[in-house]
Each structure stands twice: as structure tokens, then as C-alpha cells.
């Protein structure tokens, strides 16, 4: 603005003689690059507001989440490592498993990672004080965890109630 309003002053007063003619060339100039100036920036500022509307996807986008399990499934009542249900889950370093079981009596959820299962094949059975990576029992359930590694690891559903539970199951992980 400053360039525009520059140059129709120069043109003003150089019809009137009020800047001696050895001075208006320098002015001239200096109001000449102020209008550049102002239009380099004008153009810089909208090519750069269409680069942010361009901008990809991946750059924007939320993480990319897969639902590996969506249902319902029938638990047995039992104490021991067999009875409850059972799902094997492949993780990748970094990425976040969402697991939400929800119930109409209490359940326990555990994540085991297959160090914590190779303990409890032993013949001792686990008597080494293995827990779960990630354990919760209540009546609606969600555990979220990040692998720190590459591997496998399974999720178990299970109760010590006296009957047959049917349970609602997501698992979800995202990368």
C-alpha cells in the first residue's frame, strides 16, 4: 500500500516541482521496490494458503486403526487356563491395541505377551509370579495398550461365575 500510495505522490509532485528533479530518480526507486515488495509478498501469501488446502492425507489423517474382532462370544464359567476365551493378537513396535469387552456379570481381561506365556508352560505352571501385561475384571472392560516390540500376544476373556456369559468383544488396533 505504502509502494501505491509512493509512487502516485511522486507522480504528483514531480508535475508541481515540489521534489527537484535530481531527487526523483532515487524516489523514484525506492517507492518502485516497495511496490515489488508488496506484490511478492501478495503472491507468496496465496500460494501458501494453497498448499496448506492441498496438503496430503497421510500428513492430516488420524492413525490408521483395523477392527480385528467385532462380536459377541460365549464365555464358560472355570478357574483354570483353559476355560474362558481366547484370541492370538500380532503386534507391531508401536502399535496401540484398544480391547473393550463389555458384559452383563464381572469378567476378567488379561494381555499376556509370549514371554509371560512361555513362563507359564514351565512345569512349575506359572508359579514364577507371571502376570498379565494388562489386567482389569469388571462388568464393562477397556484396555488400551502400546507394543514396545515386535510380537505376539493374547488376549483372555474369562469369569468364575456359574453360568455361560455372552459378552460383546472389540478389538482394534491402530498403527
Known amino acids: 500500500m505504502i509502494g501505491f500510495l509512493g509512487v502516485g505522490w511522486f507522480i504528483a509532485t514531480r508535475l508541481y516541482s515540489v521534489i527537484p528533479w535530481a531527487a526523483s530518480g532515487p524516489f523514484a526507486v525506492v517507492f518502485l521496490a516497495l511496490i515489488v515488495g508488496e506484490l ?28 480385528v474382532i467385532d462380536g459377541e462370544v460365549w464365555i464358560e464359567p472355570g478357574k483354570e487356563w483353559k476355560d474362558g476365551w481366547r484370541h492370538n493378537l ?14 452383563d456379570e464381572p469378567v476378567t481381561v488379561e494381555l ?31 484396555i488400551s495398550y502400546e507394543a514396545n ?14 453360568i455361560q456369559l455372552e459378552v460383546g468383544v472389540t478389538i482394534s488396533v491402530a498403527s
Not at 113 to 131: C, V, Y
Open 40 to 67: 511478492r509478498e501478495y503472491f507468496q501469501t496465496a500460494n501458501s494458503e494453497e498448499q496448506t488446502s492441498d496438503s496430503s492425507p497421510e500428513e492430516t489423517s488420524e492413525p490408521n486403526e483395523k477392527v
Open 90 to 103: 500380532a503386534l507391531k513396535k508401536g502399535d496401540i491395541a484398544t480391547i473393550e469387552v463389555n458384559a
Open 149 to 162: 516390540r515386535n510380537g505376539h500376544w493374547l488376549v483372555r476373556v474369562h469369569h468364575t461365575n456359574y
Open 112 to 142: 499376556f505377551n509370549s514371554t509371560q506365556l512361555s513362563k507359564m508352560s514351565t512345569p512349575f505352571g506359572g508359579s514364577f509370579g507371571t502376570t498379565a501385561e494388562r489386567s482389569q475384571t469388571r462388568k464393562n472392560v477397556n
